[in-house]
Structure formats: structure tokens, C-alpha cells
């Protein structure tokens, strides 16, 4: 089995036809992409097997091998589950950083053949981090990274450099977001992590592990030291 996702640049959001080919061009690099050492698959980020551009057409189509990218992700699992407990989110937190520890270490190749030391997933968020549940066991993956997915954002003219440090911040947010349940305000304002109303109840040491990964009381120098605090 595949999964074909398709990505669409219609013309009222992208009017200029250069911008359109310069896109879809950029899209099959950064799509076919593939560790020099092949350990694509040992730290569960879902990577594309094909990078297609529709020549003829202003559509794109990511190609993954399996139904991995199928599966649903944390918003949809927090919703039916509702807050997870602090096991749980400690399981979360290890093996996304255990994820981010080999894809900002290790060395890619892009698809015209550019080697870079390490990448920045970039979106980090409930919608892009994935779950698969076994039994009484779960395992997260990552998918969607922005080297492809910025492309297809209208109000992104340009691509911004994404860097290791925001990886973590955001994955602070999704372990509070987890924490907490709703991770928005009636208003529709996101919930502050340093408002101490939303950690009655969790434990000291997780509470300023998750501050310290959003930056919001220091930060962590990569995913590695955070990921040895953490165990």
C-alpha cells in the first residue's frame, strides 16, 4: 500500500506562473528527500518515497510508502481521549525528542542532490505529530515537515529559515496542550504556560521541564540534552 497526498496552488492564491513553476520545483527537492545513511525509517518520521509535480497542472502529489500517514493525529486523539495524564505525556515528549535528536544530527540529501546537516521540522503541532496505538502502547510520528508544506501557504511569500530551538518550543506547547485539554481560551486566545491556574495538579518537576522546553523559563540547548532530563 501508498498514500498519495495531494497539494494544490489554485490561481487565487497564486496568480504568478513563475511563482507556481519555482514552488512545484522546490517541492521535488525538498520531497525527495533521504538520509546519506539510509536510517530514514529508525526515528518514526513519515518521509516521502516520491516527489511529484503535476507538469501540466498547478497541483503537487507526496507520495508515502504504508498507511503510517493515515493515522490520526494528537488533536483528534485529545479530543476523543480528552487531557492525557503525566505517564502519558512524558511517553509523548520522550520519543518526539528522540525523533528531533536524529533529524537535527543527521545529514540529508535533497533531491537535486544538496547534502544539509541536519533539519528543522518546523511545524510541530498536534495536527502534524501523529499517533498509533497497540494495546496499552502508543507511538508518535512526525509528519509534515515545512520544507513541503510552507510551499502551499498562500500567505508564506517566502520561505523562513526554521531552526532546531523552535522545534522545541513548539513541542513544549503540545506537552502543555496535552496537559491541559483545550489548548484555547473561550476567547480563542491560546492558553499562557506560565499562568499557574492550568498545573494544580501536575507534578513540579514536569511542570518546569515543559516551561523550560517552550522557552518560557529558559530553554534547552538541543533535543538531546533535553531528552537525557527528561529520562
Known amino acids: 500500500p501508498i498514500t498519495i497526498k495531494e ?11 513563475d511563482d507556481v513553476y519555482q514552488r512545484q520545483e522546490t517541492f521535488m527537492q525538498g520531497g525527495n528527500l533521504t538520509t546519506t545513511d539510509g536510517r530514514i525509517q529508525d526515528f ?6 516520491e516527489a511529484i509535480a503535476d507538469s501540466q497542472d498547478r497541483r503537487c502529489y507526496l507520495i508515502t510508502r504504508g498507511n503510517l500517514a493515515t493515522l490520526p493525529p494528537l488533536r483528534d486523539y485529545l479530543t476523543q481521549q480528552g487531557k492525557q495524564d503525566e505517564e502519558q505525556v512524558i511517553q509523548v515528549l520522550e520519543q518526539v525528542l528522540q525523533s528531533l535528536e536524529f533529524l537535527h544530527g543527521l545529514k540529508f540529501q535533497l533531491g537535486s542532490g544538496y547534502i544539509q546537516q541536519g533539519l528543522s521540522h518546523g511545524k510541530i503541532t498536534l ?3 501523529l499517533i498509533g496505538v497497540q494495546g496499552q502502547t502508543f507511538f508518535i510520528y512526525l509528519s509534515d515537515l515545512s520544507i513541503w508544506e510552507d510551499l502551499f501557504d498562500p500567505s508564506l511569500t517566502q520561505t523562513t529559515n526554521k531552526t532546531p530551538q523552535q522545534d522545541l518550543e513548539d ?8 496537559l491541559v485539554g483545550d489548548e484555547t481560551e473561550p ?23 515543559i516551561l523550560k522546553l ?13 531528552r537525557e532530563e527528561l529520562r
Open 171 to 178: 513541542l513544549g506547547l503540545v506537552g502543555f496542550d496535552l
Open 44 to 49: 518514526r518520521l513519515i518521509t516521502p518515497w
Open 127 to 129: 495536527d502534524t505529530l
Open 7 to 17: 497539494y494544490l496552488l489554485p490561481n487565487r492564491s497564486f496568480k504568478n506562473a
Open 187 to 209: 476567547s480563542g486566545e491560546p492558553k499562557d504556560p506560565t499562568n499557574d491556574q492550568y498545573w494544580p495538579s501536575v507534578e513540579t518537576y514536569l511542570k518546569q521541564f
Open 214 to 226: 517552550a522557552g518560557r523559563r529558559g530553554q534547552f540547548d538541543s533535543a538531546t540534552i533535553a
